[in-house]
């Protein structure tokens, strides 16, 4: 089968000939096929059976351009090839927190996948308020599963270097380079500023010459160190939740790189979601910028031990080790403790590129643009570009996660 | 064509029918093949026209298992096609310091190229304590070009991750984490120690925590740094020079990995050169420790003020740098200098893993070997113990490599 572009009209008849497909359905007499337009990249549609509203799956197909931009912006398709190959993974090691995949094809780019109708994207949750008491341990749990699986702690050499082989995502990773790492950050074309924001505040990230050392560092890493395979844009609408549950979905970025750009991302998101509120008064936005704080908390030092834990579980279990075999006293203790300090700090590199590129580059976020006063904005634009400066300059000097809550706290009360 | 072993008497006959290899014999009629043992991997011929002694070139086959141990001891033959991109590359960068290679074959895993008759190998040169006025001029040129423009610093992002990909060289990887990384470190039935050698040196580095955590740190590291396309095995035993020449020989090891292992692999090998000198009172052999430690001063000072000043070269040519546009003030300096700081602290943890496989490890150097008197050579081997540990250890304080050559000369008093 060659390659075609699904529409709204020839859907139907393409999935009543997927045997994976016929399963959902009790009838395709009545099928509603209703595209959805979020996403910037690819076409969505959900299919639903109007005689029972239960039947429904979720249909994504990536053409070979940029979906927005129309054919005359070329994009390969190897990005439905890496989300596929990424959500296998991630079914393997966490199949509570992925979408159920029912059918997947390279040769059309489409993934068929479980419909969740009853979650929402956690931006959408945060900049409503709403409290998600199972956020922490759930996505802690994902980052620890992801990244300790796919990483040379849990594979054989020979495996972990076909995963890094396999999971290659190039024009992606060039659009994280470009976007994150190098456009914010220069005078280019693509970058949007809010005009109210200071040109001093600009120039403090864009002509600070640390400030561009650390940044080229941190691209460095991104483009150097194949750890683990990466979800590769884990912002806060990568995730769907509800009270009960939490998914994650999208790894079209997906390729084998830092732990902490994951974790970075997650974490810049929710940053910026608490400048967000922070700013109001309201006890209501006091409690949930608490929240938000404990949250970012609860997800480091979560995922800190549980990615211990499976490591000191693997390597009681396996026959050979990392670190090979009779070793004494702390050697492992000592050992993690580099590692993680690691991660860690790469962690708030990332997270500090992500916050300024989601403020002085192309791409916003609903957190701030949901407030319409554009010196309100500048206002919590200066506190999240001030946090993250420092936070990257800084990023082998933090202790913990609280002392990062604290810069953040300090910054929201200037 | 498919594979077969060529051996002292088919090899003419295959030579015969190669125009690149017609080109340097005016006759095929008195060749002299002559098997060379050197190399525990590979099967090697030097072929001479015996009517003109001038006419030779070298041949090197990798068959599918480890020659010396026979068939019973597969090894893929990835390892020629790996050293025929090393050499492909190298050739491109440095051509006056790798071998000109006439005719290569990735169907039968041979090379056939210029035979260095007038060279030594560099070990065996500085066993002998030869001056080598070239040797720190050469190599540092050798390592600032060919690790720069394979890395992302000179290449474009999906030139780089082509470049990783066509270098993945697994098995032989595999081998250095073993035998460099883990084996050494671990009582393993493949170590090998002189008798004269205390328990109690071996046990400071194999039951060391500190040791073992950050000897894993290290292996951690080259495991997932695909920085530059590196040589592997830069020891010098993988070096022929004379006088008035260089040359860099080998590199079935090559991968794309860190920086730091090339140089450190090679001052490794010089610092072990050193101890096999130093502990002699003639005059004459202070004078070559004092040399051999300019040396190592020389390579790494050179190395840096080269590989700055290709940075620097390429990127007032280049339409878009690694660091984007718009820089201003010391961003420049100040990443080159963060970055130049880990290859240093990379190489010195590298050097110190390289120092003690060779000593607690299965492959021996012959620098240390030549001694018979197993006490000599335990004084010598707890000195270079010694070294390695501390430099391990710490290997981010150091400032220069004057502060570790005094380390070395500390060492050497005891």
Known sequence: MEYYQLTQTNLTDYLKL?????????????????????????????????????????????????????EQWPLTRQRMTAEINALNYQVSVCPEMVPEVYYQSETLSVLIMENLST??????????????????EDL????????????????????????????????????????????????????????????SIIDSIQKDANVRAHVAQMKFIFMNRPEALLHGDLHTSSVMVNVQQTFVIDPEFSFAGPMGFDIGALIANLYLSYFSHAHKSSA?????????????????????????????????????TFMGKDLTGDSHQIFRQI??????????????????????????????????????????????????????????????????????????SI
Chains 1, 2 share one sequence.
């Not at 990249?41 to 197909?61: E, G, I, P, R, W």
């Not at 936005?285 to 579980?313: G, P, R």
């Open 284 to 320: 209501e936005s006091v409690n949930y910028s608490q929240w938000l704080l404990q949250t970012i908390d609860d997800l480091w030092y979560k995922f800190e031990a549980k990615f211990l834990s499976l490591w000191s579980e693997h390597e009681q279990s396996a026959l050979s």
């Open 140 to 199: 802690s749990t994902f980052l620890a599963e992801t990244l300790f699986y796919s990483s040379d702690f849990a594979l054989p050499s020979a495996d972990k270097k076909a995963m890094v082989s396999k999971s290659s995502n190039q024009e992606m990773c060039q659009i994280t380079e470009d976007f994150v790492f190098t456009y914010p950050f220069e005078h280019h074309d693509m970058n949007d500023y809010n005009p109210a924001l200071s040109q």
């Open 339 to 412: 590692f993680l300090q690691q991660v860690f700090s790469n962690t708030l590199g990332f997270a500090a590129c992500k916050m300024i590129r989601r403020i002085l580059g192309v791409a916003k976020v609903a957190d701030f643009m949901q407030f319409e006063d554009q010196k309100l904005r500048a206002k919590l634009e200066t506190q999240a570009l001030k946090m993250a400066t420092t936070m990257l300059l800084n990023r082998q000097s933090y202790a913990n996660i609280g002392d990062v809550n604290k810069l953040a706290e300090d910054v929201s």
């Open 18 to 70: 997927l045997p994976e497909v016929q399963l959902r359905f009790s009838s395709f007499d009545s099928l509603k096929v209703q595209e959805i337009n979020d996403g910037n990249m690819n076409y969505a549609f959900v299919v639903t059976n109007k005689l029972d509203t239960n039947q429904s799956v979720f249909v994504k197909q990536a053409p070979p351009y940029i979906k927005v931009l129309g």
């Open 119 to 136: 979650h929402a994207l956690l931006r959408t949750e945060l900049i409503q308020g709403r409290y998600l008491p199972r956020l922490a």
